[in-house]
């Protein structure tokens, strides 16, 4: 009970440790920060959002949604001017255009593809397992197997 | 049948991989070069004290009327020290008006690469906190703008300006601009 006194300590170490601590006019300007941050690529990065990289020109890309953001600008507005100088690349839900068209689709189409072979594969199955002719004596032995008299019987 | 299913599928993929290594085979800089939205457009204004004379502040709508490039780099930067050399060359006879970003670098630390290296600029910006390196969507160092006469911003090189890479893209194109009204 004594080291309860610590936790607020503890959470504000955490908060330096992020090493930057943001101070937004409303909560509405914060949640801009936060969805914008998690949304914008870095794009110097492999495959990471400018909220969570170390890279300093993540840094840059955070300050630059900060200060956007302070000015008051909209989700909307903050994202056509991150996109007018990195390009659709800083999106992490890039738009449907002519040039990201097949990334959207792209995996439908691989999905199509797949399900295709595999109803060949099971036709294909089926239709042997079709072919398959079994005689008397076959099903005997294949009884006699499951007993567990094989030798006896053949 | 099913042999076939597979062949085409093996193609299709075979395909797209060797695509991919062509592409990155003749370009070095493909997995970086994104196409910079930029192009085309009026180049972004800034306006930043300049490394040599605090004093004069360099601004892009000053050479308005010339076809000049714009050199982002940084003392910290490899690639800057291997084609800063050949930028020296560029200016001193080629006649190219080259203006610098000295981006997120320290003053000291510029002032000795060019002391070094020659210092092939007509004006340096210094940029420390990216003000304009954002503006202009600057992935990282070395990159070079070419902005034409109007201001606007013909095409961006990612990487060392090379003598291959001034001989073949960029001496065509700002002579082209030159030639421009």
Redesign the interface.
Known sequence: MRAVWMIPLLLAGGMVLAGEVRHFDTPDQERIYKELTAELRC??CQNQNIADSNA??AA??R??TFKLVREGKSKAEIKDFM?????N?VLYNPPVTSGTLLLWIGPFLFLL?GGW?LL??IK?RRAAQADVTVDDAQLRRAAALLRGKEDSDA | MKRWGVLIGFLVVAGLLTTGIYMAGKDPGFTRAIPSPLIGKPAPEFALPDLLDAGKTVRPSDYKGQVWLLNVWGSWCPECWKEHPYLDVLHREHGVTIVGLNWRDERADALNMLNKSGNPYTAIAVDPHSAAAVDWGVYGAPETFVVDKQGIIQRKYTGAVTPDIWEHELEPLLKQLAEAP
């Open positions: 794009t110097v300093e020109l840059d890309l300050n630059k996109v007018q100088r990195y390009g690349f593809f072979l060949r594969l294909r």
